[in-house]
């Protein structure tokens, strides 16, 4: 029983904070113009030296930008970038982007 709850608490901690900040895609396309010069403006970008932001997975793009944030992912393009985002602007891009068309088909 003991082990079972703490099953339950390892996995909630790990799926809530997550899904606590779906971020507001509507908002995220306004935020997201100066992502535009290299990501392009659905996220499809305009070099190989950019990565594809389009299609790709919401908590993805999320953690990836708290990481360029907290300085775990290193890029001194991104780190300014994302230096006066909020989480809740972080959401709504990683909203915007997530729910464009990527390069795969979505199953």
Same mark, same amino acid.
């Given at each position: 029983? !003991?082990?079972?709850?703490?099953?339950?608490?390892?996995?909630?901690?790990?799926?809530?904070?997550?899904?606590?900040?779906?971020?507001?895609?509507?908002?995220?396309?306004? !935020?997201?113009?100066?992502?535009?010069?290299?990501?392009?403006?659905?996220?499809?970008?305009?070099?190989?030296?950019?990565?594809?932001?389009?299609?790709?997975?919401?908590?993805?793009?999320?953690?990836?930008?708290?990481?360029? !944030?907290?300085?775990?992912?290193?890029?001194?393009?991104?780190?300014?970038?994302?230096?006066?985002?909020?989480?809740?602007?972080?959401?709504?891009?990683?909203?915007?982007?997530?729910?464009?068309?990527?390069?795969?088909?979505?199953?």
């Amino acid at each position: 029983m !003991k082990t079972q709850r703490w099953l339950w608490t390892g996995a909630l901690a790990f799926i809530l904070p997550m899904s606590a900040v779906a971020g507001n895609v509507a908002d995220g396309k306004e !935020k997201s113009a100066v992502c535009a010069a290299c990501h392009g403006q659905t996220g499809q970008s305009v070099s190989p030296d950019f990565p594809n932001l389009g299609g790709q997975h919401e908590d993805y793009l999320y953690r990836a930008l708290l990481d360029y !944030k907290a300085g775990h992912r290193k890029n001194p393009i991104m780190a300014a970038q994302v230096e006066n985002l909020s989480k809740a602007d972080m959401a709504d891009l990683a909203a915007y982007f997530a729910a464009q068309s990527g390069l795969f088909v979505k199953r």
